[in-house]
């Protein structure tokens, strides 16, 4: 394993940390990789359900673990100017928990970021998911300069809905979306630069805790070229 401080210069994606009280937001290495993988096994949704367009949760422990494994390898070298996929552990108390990701595309010119996350079953229910998307948009918007963050879920899929009006994102619409063979409504929700710097005492109220972001600076030279101010 790369010497911490090495690997941050030369990928300083894998520097990048969100903390507020017992939660966290951090690169994903091997060690807490093997943890997810396993905790995704263990299941995130109910069997009957498919919260994802691509069913990669359903199927054996192993296989669902498989899943995580290929996904987050092959999500690391995408941090480039035309498209980054930022995927993060979410820690709670230390112990992995779920993904928090953010992807963008053109992010030079459209400064708009993508939301979407997981949360292992066992972990749902405590405000967990809600804490840990307004910390992502705090890295967002407070951290990468995003001009705006979207996010969206299937209609059938009441938690995540949920949590995206609780954070105060604004209904976009929705599209048909082909699931199992099936066209199902998926929402979509957007949250502005303005809207979210409104929203400021609310979101400390979810929270609880102050938020610390570290690492967002080297971070946009990698996905910009240069540091700007924002």
């Known amino acids: 394993m790369p010497h911490p401080e090495l690997l941050a210069r030369l990928w300083p994606a894998s520097a990048l940390r969100v903390t507020s009280g017992d939660l966290e937001l ?14 995704a096994g263990r299941g995130i949704h109910d069997p009957a359900d498919m919260p994802f367009e691509h069913p990669w949760s359903r199927g054996t422990a192993d296989e669902v673990g498989r899943s995580v494994l290929t996904y987050q390898w092959s999500a690391r070298t995408q941090v480039t100017r035309d498209r980054f996929a930022l995927e993060l552990a979410v820690l709670h108390d230390g112990r992995p928990v779920g993904i928090q990701g953010l992807t963008a595309r053109d992010w030079p010119v459209l400064r708009s970021v993508q939301t979407g996350s997981w949360l292992g079953r066992e972990h749902q229910g405590r405000g967990i998911g809600t804490r840990m998307r307004v910390m992502a948009l705090h890295l967002a918007f407070d951290g990468l300069g995003a001009d705006e963050a979207t996010s969206g879920a299937f209609a059938d899929n009441p938690a995540s809905n949920a949590v995206s009006r609780r954070v105060g994102y604004q209904p976009d619409g929705a599209v048909r979306v082909a699931r199992d063979g099936v066209a199902v409504a998926h929402n979509r929700y957007v949250m502005s630069r303005e809207r979210w710097a409104s929203l400021r005492s609310e979101h400390a109220a979810l929270l609880g805790a102050p938020v610390a972001v570290t690492g967002a600076r080297s971070f946009r030279t990698q996905i910009e070229g240069a540091t700007t101010e924002r």
């Open 26 to 39: 951090r690169w994903i290495d091997d060690e807490i990789l093997v943890e997810l993988a396993e905790l």
